[in-house]
């Protein structure tokens, strides 16, 4: 029987937007209101310092997917440079992290639906679960063009903040003439000084991630490494541009410590700036930038759970597509999973579901490491064969591979000398513990003399 094979509908277009759809959801909307009141102007440059981290982690995945054009998913790059186990355990934290990213934007919808629609905050988040849900099972297309206009709303929408918060800060359209004073007016540009910075770009690592989306997707495109080439860095590049540039213009524009951690920051914005339908206008936006990051995760998570089981680290039956190309029983499981996800946090707020999310706090910092480690291996390899180095390579390679590492080493030490963020690293390692734990038991399982029959990876 032959493989099974994922469609190749998407086009250049829904790539770019897919990668762009994933990371722009309520943590830039809402959740970077908790990050400014936590590091004050300064967590701009928490934005940078991500975002660089960030945007080499991409240039690496980048690189790997031009040496090695025959592998295509986000997690199989490390199995191709440190062995099963690094596919093993980067596919289920990653998977285990867009799967915590379900609820957390389903609930984050719902309760904008819940005031414009009178029913409980938990039934319309498991309607908008189900919704994504259609919409996954329709087709690869079916997802690209929803997340297509479901990303250029949003990315229409921060444009036009930055030109009007701009023209506000500058002095052109403020009455009071430009509000730059308000970086270092309230307590300094760092008020908690640099390790709240540093301890800042955690948070900021979870808004950012979602990049590398495009590696996942792009397996279902006409050509996969030439994709993933063009897009890893000219994408980051963008978002970069979108959070940085809006969030510069919100500090700017608006006290740091007169923003509500839980409300949006661009909302506060677009009210300073006497825009009365401000909170009407960013409820509509949010929402559809919360599907479409919902839109994103069912999709990833699937597309995850597929790659796992051709490689007999999931359930076989996860593998079968129907005839439109769709892994079905993924999808579903996934939305088995949001659901529950929903039902922990509508039951019990302040321990499952808070328990769970704690657990994503660093995951994505571990598997950027592995993915940074695995590349680093892998341009070694190729340079003692003597292999021809592709037409994209990481930039002075090793120093800024090696830096890359470093930095997202500093961000989980910031994070362990950070009380109110040290919770969440403790969980995330016994997420990653559970996952290394799972690998050693399926191996050793698959060594044991009743499953010798099974072919190791």
């Not at 990213?101 to 409980?120: F, K, Q, R, S, T």
């Not at 690209?144 to 444009?159: D, M």
């Not at 090793?398 to 080493?409: D, E, R």
């Not at 950070?418 to 919770?423: D, I, R, V």
Request: aromatic residues 10%.
């Amino acid at each position: 029987m032959a493989p099974a094979e994922l469609s190749r509908s998407l086009k250049p277009r829904h790539l770019t937007m897919i990668s762009i759809g994933g990371i722009i959801g309520a943590g830039l909307f809402v959740g970077s209101s908790a990050s400014i009141a936590a590091v004050g102007p300064a967590i701009v440059v928490s934005y940078v310092i991500t975002g660089t981290l960030v945007l080499l982690v991409m240039r690496m995945l980048g690189e790997m997917a031009m040496s090695l054009p025959t592998v295509h998913s986000f997690s199989d790059f490390p199995r191709a440079g440190l062995g099963p186990w690094a596919g093993f355990v980067t596919g289920w934290l990653y998977w285990y992290f867009w799967m915590i990213v379900v609820p957390v934007e389903a609930i984050a919808g719902a309760n904008i639906l819940h005031a414009w629609i009178p029913l409980p905050a938990g039934l319309l988040g498991c309607i908008l679960v189900a919704a994504m849900t259609a919409v996954n099972l329709m087709s690869a297309r079916s997802y690209g063009e929803f997340e297509f206009w479901f990303s250029s709303i949003k990315v229409s929408a921060i444009i036009a903040f930055i030109a009007i918060g701009a023209s506000y800060a500058f002095g052109w359209a403020s009455p009071h003439g430009a509000t730059f004073a308000n970086l270092t007016s309230h307590g300094g540009f760092a008020p908690y000084g640099a390790v709240a910075v540093l301890a800042g770009a955690v948070t900021v690592f979870f808004q950012l991630t979602g990049a590398e989306i495009i590696t996942v997707a792009a397996v279902e495109s006409a050509e996969p490494a030439r994709a993933v080439a063009q897009l890893t860095s000219s994408v980051i590049v963008r978002i970069l541009t979108f959070y940085v540039g809006s969030i510069f213009f919100i500090v700017a524009i608006v006290p740091w410590n007169s923003i509500t951690v839980g409300k949006s920051p661009f909302t506060d914005a677009l009210r300073t700036m006497h825009f009365a339908w401000a909170g009407a206008a960013m409820d509509v936006i949010i929402l559809t930038a919360v599907l479409s990051c919902l839109n994103s995760a069912f999709y990833v998570c699937s597309r995850v759970l597929f790659v796992l089981a051709e490689h007999g680290d999931a359930p076989q039956a996860l593998i079968q597509l129907n005839r439109r190309k769709v892994p079905v029983k993924s999808v579903l499981l996934c939305a088995l999973a949001g659901v529950v996800g929903i039902l922990a946090a509508v039951a019990a707020p302040e321990r499952v579901f808070a328990f769970l999310v704690d657990a994503a706090g660093a995951l994505m910092v571990f598997v950027y490491m592995i993915v940074a480690v695995a590349h680093v291996k892998l341009r070694y390899q190729r340079e003692r064969a003597g292999a021809p180095a592709p037409v994209l390579t990481m930039w002075l390679f090793p120093w800024l591979s090696y830096a890359a590492i470093a930095g997202m080493a500093a961000v989980l030490i910031a994070m362990a000398l950070t009380p109110s963020l040290a919770h969440e690293l403790h969980v995330s390692l016994l997420a990653l513990a559970v996952a290394v734990l799972a690998y050693l038991g399926r191996r050793a399982r698959r060594r044991s003399p009743c499953t010798a029959s099974v072919s190791p990876d």
